[in-house]
């Protein structure tokens, strides 16, 4: 079973949940994962740059954090900075719930073993962030 809690922890931004939670059930299943536990939090900016410098070593607010909690089985947290990502849709120029969409998707997938330190593994991130997108829109 796949479980999913949504939590909603930005002072004035909320983000629907249950569309939150098919979007990471849809990636994991796609990965060939049928047991896990994935905590989504949608935070501030403030609150991204405090866990990502207790946690990270790093003094910077950033769009999304993943944190893997258990070694032997898929559990963890995905924190996505909401203020960031109303940011970066504009910039895009896409909705605020796609970008939000997106970094979801990007924090499970670091969530189940990928990663973007190279130039080809993001390129690998970046094409299966497309395509849980493309999906998450053909599918609802």
């Known amino acids: 079973m796949i479980r999913v809690s949504v939590f909603n922890a930005h002072p004035r931004v909320r983000i629907?949940?249950?569309?939150?939670a098919r979007a990471v059930r849809r990636v994991l299943r796609g990965e060939g994962l049928t047991r896990a536990t994935v905590n989504v939090v949608f935070i501030d900016r403030h609150h991204c740059r405090?866990?990502?410098?207790r946690w990270l070593g790093?003094?910077?607010?950033?769009d999304v954090i993943s944190f893997p909690l258990e070694p032997d089985r898929l559990e963890g947290e995905v924190y996505v900075n909401l203020d960031r990502a109303g940011r970066q849709a504009r910039e895009y120029g896409?909705?605020?719930?796609?970008e939000v969409a997106r970094l979801v998707i990007h924090g499970t997938l670091h969530l189940a073993g990928y990663d973007d330190t190279t130039k080809h593994s993001a390129l690998v991130m970046r094409r299966k962030e497309e395509e849980a997108l493309g999906d998450l829109a053909g599918r609802g």
């Open 16 to 20: 629907r949940k249950a569309p939150v």
């Open 50 to 53: 405090v866990i990502n410098r």
């Open 58 to 62: 790093h003094d910077t607010s950033t």
């Open 94 to 98: 896409v909705t605020r719930a796609s």
